[in-house]
């Protein structure tokens, strides 16, 4: 069963969007060559809670840290670590999740630390693109699908490819509601979208093919092939017109 939030239940996500929001934007101003991704974990820390909410992430399901950072070719769920340092020409991916009043918000970027070559510059590009593919098919009246088939399209078009193992989710009074979204399927499937519902779409996207693997630490998730992977997220509501991005910047 698909949850639909009420305008006030959607207030308060709005609220935990914003948090999620304002991190994204410390974070982004702060990653740097130099850095390690440990000390980003403790600058989401700080600044989700200087903001009045939890992290959502941190103990969840025994995740020891605030945000996942994944660097290169590992897709989603790195732990921060003080020695993982950023390096120039890396590409970093972020996911963060904030709780505000029992309410969840979830959102996910790559960036480019430093300069990056061309063809890396465009997977992050396209990544981003596929989402908002997505996003734009959240109305009413359209079915669950036709979100997963306009992320996909968009992906191969570009000649990359959308992992399968993960996929995006229902979002509101806990971090994974029904229903999943898949990246990628054909058009017109599943139930009509209404009003009232909150979903954080999230492609992963592989420069090379969609097969991941999950390393020795049970968390960190790779490409099998090495290939580098980038990976956007927003937390979206559908509304009686456009889609409301609750963690849009
Ligand atoms: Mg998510």
Redesign the pocket.
Same mark, same amino acid.
């Given at each position: 069963m698909i949850i639909i939030k009420s305008d006030r239940e959607l207030a308060v996500m709005r609220k935990a969007g914003r948090v999620v929001a304002l991190v994204w934007e410390a974070l982004e101003g702060a990653i740097k060559p130099g850095m390690s991704t440990k000390e980003l974990d403790t600058l989401a820390e700080t600044t989700i809670r200087r903001l009045g909410a939890r992290p959502a992430f941190l103990g969840y399901q025994g995740f020891p840290a605030s945000i996942c950072t994944s660097v290169n070719d590992e897709v989603v769920h790195g732990i921060p670590s003080e020695k993982v340092v950023l390096e120039e020409g890396d590409i970093l991916s972020v996911?963060l999740?904030a709780i505000v009043d029992g309410f969840y918000a979830? +959102? +996910?970027f790559t960036v480019a630390v430093g300069k990056v070559p061309r063809e890396v510059k465009r997977l992050l590009e396209v990544t981003e693109e596929s989402l908002y593919k997505g996003i734009e098919m959240m109305r009413e009246g359209r079915r669950l699908s036709d979100i997963s088939h306009a992320i996909q399209s968009h992906v191969e078009g570009a000649g990359f490819s959308v992992v399968r193992q993960y996929v995006?989710?229902g979002?509101g009074r806990s971090?994974?509601e029904e229903p999943q979204i898949p990246n990628f399927g054909p058009p017109g499937v599943g139930p009509v979208l209404r009003k009232g519902m909150v979903f +954080?779409l999230?492609p992963m996207v592989n420069m090379g093919h969609w097969k991941v693997q999950v390393g020795p630490d049970d968390w960190t998730v790779r490409t099998e092939d090495g290939s580098l992977s980038a990976h956007f997220?927003h937390t979206v509501a559908v509304t009686d017109g456009e889609p409301e991005v609750l963690t849009r910047r």
């Open positions: 996911d999740g979830d +959102a +996910a995006g989710h979002i971090m994974h +954080a999230e997220e």
